[in-house]
Every structure is written in structure tokens, then in C-alpha cells.
């Protein structure tokens, strides 16, 4: 199937820094890509859709000044953790869907990009 | 998207069937059922997909009574390898601009 990878796979950063993650679709070109957060033993929560080429929209309850997203090419998706906080530490994941594909709604994720914020 | 409802965690052993079944009763009808599987750290993959009746592939089926208002994964002979959460998924198949919305999940736990 189709490749997503992240970039990093995890970081360490101090409060107030920004964190920069990418996500990058290794083998297809992907319009649309997603954002998740998952805290631990806790479920995905949606954080935003990034657009190529356009503004990215983003969920309800989530600051787009504080998490902005770049989608700047058909293959790559950063999205940037501003002036991160230690509430901001969690696991984040992105995700696109392979437009070759069958028909399914079968989405490729990321494997992860895990932030500590000390 | 129709919210579902699965079991928070299931138990089993190698070598059995394990089946986890998952409601949906707002289900629209142009909806679709999608179950992922995720193990920890990592992105969730995958497993399969189904509209009715039953669909089955290399890892598992996916049994759709007619009123559609609830789905069973079923994974054959599960092994330690299968301990993951399973979340099943209900929304429409409208190409590459879809988003998911992930429910609480299911963790399997397999053991010997």
C-alpha cells in the first residue's frame, strides 16, 4: 500500500519553543492530509485538514495560530506546534488517502510523531 | 458522521476467533464501515471495509446484518501479534477530502 512517513519520530523540546513536524507522502500525491493528536490511552482527535495550496481547516476547539499547518506540495504537510507548552505534549499523526486507490476509504497514516514538551 | 458504539477492551487467546461488534444506529445511507487497527506508538492501518453482508480479506471478515445498524470484525485465529486497539469507523466514501472520526476503540488483547 501507500507510504506516509513523519518527520521526526519524536522531540524533546523546552516550553515556549516551536516544533516543527513534517508528513510526507512517499509514493502518491495527496491534495488533502490530516492531523490527528492522541493523548495517551486515549482515541484520535481530529485537529485539522490541510489543503495543497490552500488554507487548512481546522476543528472546532483547535487554535490555528498555535498549530499552524503548511501544504505547500502534493507530497508534503507540516503542521508547527508555536511557543509548545508541556499541555501540548502528545502523540501526533498524519494522515492521506491514495488517490489510485480501489475505491475504499482506506486512509495511510503517519507513524507517529511523539512531542515531549518539558 | 454516525457515532459508534464498541466494547473498551476484549480478551482472548491464541488460536481462537475473535469477534467485536461495533453500533451504529444512526447510520446514513450512503455510509460506509471501515475498521482500523492500532498498536501502540504507532499510526493506526487499514483493515477493511464493507457496505452489507459480508466482506473478507487476507486478515479479516466483516459481517453487516441488512438493517446495517451494527458490524462484527471478525479476526480468525487471532495471535499475540493481534493485541491492538480496533476502531470501527462509519462515514461516506467521498474521496480524498473525507475526514475520519475515531471512536474510543476496542483493545484486544490476546494472550497464550
Known amino acids: 500500500g501507500a507510504v506516509v512517513s513523519q518527520h521526526p519520530s519524536w522531540v524533546i523540546c523546552k516550553s515556549g519553543t516551536s516544533v516543527k513536524i513534517e508528513c510526507r507522502s512517499l509514493?502518491?500525491?495527496?491534495?488533502?492530509m490530516f492531523w490527528y493528536r492522541q493523548f495517551p490511552k486515549q482515541s484520535l482527535m481530529l485537529m485539522a485538514t490541510s489543503n495543497e495550496g490552500s488554507k487548512a481547516t481546522y476543528e472546532q476547539g483547535v487554535e490555528k495560530d498555535k498549530f499552524l499547518i503548511n501544504h505547500a506540495s502534493l507530497t508534503l504537510s507540516t503542521l508547527t506546534v508555536t511557543s509548545a507548552h508541556p499541555e501540548d505534549s502528545s502523540f501526533y499523526i498524519c494522515s492521506a488517502r491514495d488517490p489510485r486507490g480501489t475505491g475504499d476509504n482506506e486512509q495511510f497514516f503517519g507513524p507517529g510523531t511523539r512531542l515531549t514538551v518539558l | 458522521l454516525a457515532k459508534t458504539t464498541q466494547p473498551i477492551s476484549m480478551d482472548s487467546y491464541e488460536g481462537q476467533e475473535v469477534n467485536i461488534t461495533c453500533s451504529h444506529n444512526n447510520i446514513a445511507t450512503n455510509d460506509y464501515i471501515t475498521w482500523y487497527q492500532q498498536f501502540p506508538s504507532q499510526g493506526p492501518r487499514f483493515i477493511i471495509q464493507?457496505?452489507?453482508t459480508k466482506v473478507t480479506n487476507e486478515v479479516a471478515s466483516l459481517f453487516i446484518p441488512a438493517d446495517r445498524k451494527s458490524s462484527t470484525l471478525s479476526l480468525p485465529r487471532v495471535s499475540l501479534s493481534d493485541t491492538a486497539v480496533y476502531y470501527c469507523?462509519?462515514?461516506?466514501?467521498?474521496?480524498?477530502?473525507?475526514?475520519?472520526?475515531f471512536g474510543t476503540g476496542t483493545q484486544l488483547k490476546v494472550e497464550l
Open positions: 464493507g457496505y452489507k
Open positions: 509514493d502518491f500525491q495527496a491534495t488533502t
Open positions: 469507523l462509519v462515514g461516506p466514501l467521498t474521496g480524498g477530502g473525507n475526514k475520519l472520526t
